[in-house]
């Protein structure tokens, strides 16, 4: 058994004790189970992102246009949306709004 294949292994042992698949999966379990890929992921991904910036930072780049585009296509065949691009300003512009209040007032207070 490679590593990977161990660590997968246990990671799905750990999900069956914590008992978040079934009908008894509770907040408190998903919580949990986020909580233990994050601790199990985080040095791998934080190592990975030091050794190649460029290349994170192109397929975050990627990933943005790619749903940027997926959207205006989305857009463009709606109807009601593509007759009135004013009112799409208008709600982009009011939850670039939104949530800049709501990043400034979780970080500033």
């Known amino acids: ?10 990671l799905a042992k750990e999900v069956v004790n914590l008992g978040v698949i079934g009908a008894s999966a ?6 949990k189970l986020h909580d233990l890929i994050e601790q199990r992921v985080a040095p791998t991904r934080k190592s990975i992102a ?10 975050a780049v990627v990933g ?3 749903t940027y585009y997926g959207l205006e296509s989305l857009i463009a065949k709606s109807i009601f949306w593509s007759n009135h691009p004013g009112l799409i300003l208008i709600i982009g512009l009011g939850l670039l709004f ?3 209040r709501l990043i400034k007032q ?4």
């Open 1 to 10: 058994m490679t590593k990977t294949e161990k660590v997968a292994t246990d």
């Open 26 to 31: 509770t907040a408190t379990g998903l919580e």
């Open 50 to 59: 030091r050794k190649y910036p460029t290349l994170f930072t192109i397929v």
């Open 64 to 66: 943005a246009v790619l």
């Open 98 to 100: 939104i949530t800049g």
């Open 106 to 109: 979780s970080y500033v207070q």
